[in-house]
């Protein structure tokens, strides 16, 4: 009796958790509602979680435009000033120095419109570039569509840009440039340059994303971009030119950054008139904002698991 008592307990041995086959892993995830971490959703489904973040993405977008300046003593100042800087630059070189305000009615307003313009897509694009590679803490760090980073510093640009559009209304003024019912052309233009902005941004930020020196080849393609899209000189007056081939004239008029620009000058100074503008321009802007617009943002998502990995 006695040694029965004294007799330790049989542990009963716990049971083996069942491994399903290799095979069947894919069911039996599914089954039990399981999914891989950090998969791309759907396009459907990623478009409307973009949609759900809208607020966080205007948000984000201003937070960063308030704090671009905030070390500056001129503060906020300084986004109008850049700009205007620039465009007094390019007016002593190609103005006064090379000539290229020589037939050009309302240079001033036409050079500035250029420079503002164009600043849009150059700074759109080169924060696009490091939007993820420049962001990889806030990647790693929370689950949230990516493309809510390019398009944030898209929006980011835009208001810049309406800001520094209150200074060019007043040298528009200055230069007796009047007030006309085709400045509402400029909503439209604006719309359309956004999309193709943004779509052009994505495509970057997965580039850069991947490789981070192309942040640093940038600024001379865009430089060399700014030289052919008639931001100081008229595409229209150069390709009126009998030396210049067929083909290059058609693509100096249908660069996208140049189209863009052109719609704005057109939209504001009533000088600028509709026989300087190229063929079919509106269904162009459309065509550029559409294509990239969308293939950026495809091609962006396509990606989306493989951003803050490695």
């Not at 630059?89 to 420079?115: A, E, R």
């Not at 570039?129 to 929006?155: E, K, Q, W």
């Not at 559409?290 to 490695?310: D, H, S």
């Amino acid at each position: 009796m006695s040694q029965a008592l004294d007799t330790p307990p049989q542990s009963t041995p716990l049971a083996a958790p069942v491994v399903p086959p290799e095979g069947d892993l894919s069911a039996y995830a599914v089954r039990h509602g399981l999914s891989v971490s950090g998969a791309r959703p759907s396009l459907p489904t990623y478009v409307r979680q973009l949609w759900a973040r809208r607020h966080f993405i205007t948000a984000f977008a201003t937070a960063k435009l308030t704090a671009q300046y905030s070390q500056a003593k001129l503060g906020q100042v300084w986004q109008v000033m850049t700009p205007l800087l620039n465009a007094a630059v390019y007016y002593f070189i190609f103005g006064v120095l090379l000539g290229t305000k020589h037939g050009v009615p309302d240079y001033i307003p036409f050079l500035v419109t250029g420079v503002f313009i164009w600043t849009f897509t150059q700074s759109s694009i080169m924060a696009g570039t490091r939007a993820i590679a420049g962001n990889l803490g806030l990647v790693r760090a929370l689950h949230f569509p990516r493309a809510a980073l390019p398009i944030s510093f898209c929006i980011q640009q835009l208001q810049q840009l309406l800001f520094s559009m209150a200074a060019l209304i007043v040298i528009l003024l200055c230069f007796g440039i009047p007030v006309t019912a085709s400045w509402l052309l400029v909503i439209p233009a604006l719309a359309l340059q956004f999309v193709f902005n943004a779509g052009v941004s994505m495509i970057m930020a997965r580039m850069g994303a991947s490789t981070p020196d192309i942040a640093q080849l940038m600024p001379f393609i865009l430089r060399t971009w700014m030289y052919v899209s008639g931001v100081m000189w008229s595409i229209d007056k150069l390709a009126k030119k009998d030396n210049l081939p067929h083909v290059v004239s058609v693509l100096l008029e249908t660069n996208p950054a140049a189209i863009y620009i052109d719609l704005m000058r057109f939209a504001l100074i009533d000088s600028f008139h509709s026989s300087q503008l190229p063929p079919h321009v509106w269904p162009i802007a459309a065509g550029w904002a559409l294509v990239v617009g969308v293939g950026g943002f495809i091609y962006f998502w396509k990606a989306e698991e493989t951003y803050g990995r490695g």
